[in-house]
């Protein structure tokens, strides 16, 4: 949990934390339609590499992204494996027979159960658990003494490939963007760039003012819910509490233990903000003043420009290549 970064803010004096946070907001979706409109490999590898770019000239650190990235590590493993195994298009990139026999069945249990009992010692436990699968599967498919279990064939498509990877790396560019977004802009000042953009929704009867208001806390106590959850985690494994250990069963006790007094927390915590509010005579669509002034420069103007050419050369390279 102590990795998850998404709805902090990180202090910070570069180019991204002089922008006005409306311009950060409209950018940040005028670069996911982008990578929405992308079909290639090669051109979102390019997207990547300009996020990248952004990160540097962010003035934020590349390894704190990819920490934030470990807690989505399943999903995108999931994804990946799912688009390999099931698009069966294009050259055929592997063709190989896995079987199972009753010597390797063994091995592959054994080698289930140290990577089990060492994961806790390993500090990349995603990667090792990534190493521990491709090794089993080179077994399977490589080491088959002993008698003949099952065997099943397995079949890797470049098409399968190539769309398992575009996928991963799309993700990966859309939370990077998100991020971006929050650890650079205070709250506050998120909250007033939500409001001005969502204005027009005044129109249709629609208070703009709620709604931004609602993402804003919602972005806020993520990691402040986040760190109270690790200390609870960390109070219980003092006591003797290993939410790595046990039978499932077990584990479902404990992930109810860690839930009972987070809910707690949680309610209390919105009384506390709600009693704060009332105490400063906020009332929801009243008029109210503020305090920080959003000011859009020149820099605002050209960023946005710069991204509607990036979602223009989209549209056009999807067109017409």
């Known amino acids: 949990m102590k990795n998850i970064i998404v709805g902090q803010y990180i202090p910070g004096k570069s180019f991204l934390y002089k922008m006005d946070p409306r311009s950060k907001i ?13 079909k290639d490999i090669t051109h979102i590898i390019y997207m990547l590499l300009g996020v990248l770019v952004i990160l540097k000239i962010g ?8 920490r934030g990235l470990r807690p989505i590590m399943i999903l995108l493993l999931f994804t990946f494996t799912f ?52 090794g089993i599967l080179t077994m399977l498919s490589l080491f088959t003494p002993g008698t003949v279990i099952s065997s099943s064939n ?3 498509y470049e098409d399968g490939l190539l769309g398992a990877s575009f996928i991963m790396v799309r993700l990966i560019i859309i ?25 027009p929704l005044n129109l249709v009867k629609i208070n703009s003012e709620e709604i931004a208001l609602i993402i804003s806390i919602a972005l806020r106590y993520i990691p402040t819910l986040l ?4 200390k609870i985690m960390l109070a219980q494994a003092s006591r003797g509490v290993d939410f790595t250990e046990g039978k499932f069963k077990d584990k479902v006790m404990q992930i109810i233990s860690l839930l009972v007094p987070m809910f707690i927390i949680s309610f209390k915590r919105s009384d506390d ?31 946005i420009v710069f991204c509607l ?7 056009v390279v999807r067109v017409y290549l």
Do not use: C
């Open 227 to 230: 760190d109270e959850a690790n």
């Open 59 to 66: 003035g934020i650190p590349i390894m704190r992204i990819a």
């Open 83 to 134: 688009q390999v195994l099931f698009i069966k298009t294009g050259p055929v990139i592997l063709d190989t027979v896995l079987t199972l026999t009753t010597i390797n069945i063994g091995i592959m249990i054994l080698a289930i159960v140290v990577w089990y009992y060492t994961r806790r010692y390993i500090k990349s436990k995603f990667f090792y658990m990534v190493l521990v699968i491709v």
């Open 273 to 303: 903000l709600a009693n704060a509010m009332e105490a400063r005579s906020f009332v929801p669509g009243n008029k109210r003043t503020r305090i920080h002034i959003l000011s859009w420069q020149s820099r605002d103007t050209l960023v």
């Open 309 to 315: 050419l990036v979602l223009t050369a989209t549209v």
């Open 175 to 199: 939370v990077t963007l998100s991020t971006i977004l929050t650890l650079t802009t205070k709250p506050t000042d998120l909250n007033l760039g939500l409001e001005r953009i969502l204005k």
């Open 26 to 38: 409209l950018a940040l979706f005028i670069l996911m339609v982008s990578a929405f409109v992308f």
């Open 154 to 156: 397995l079949t890797i």
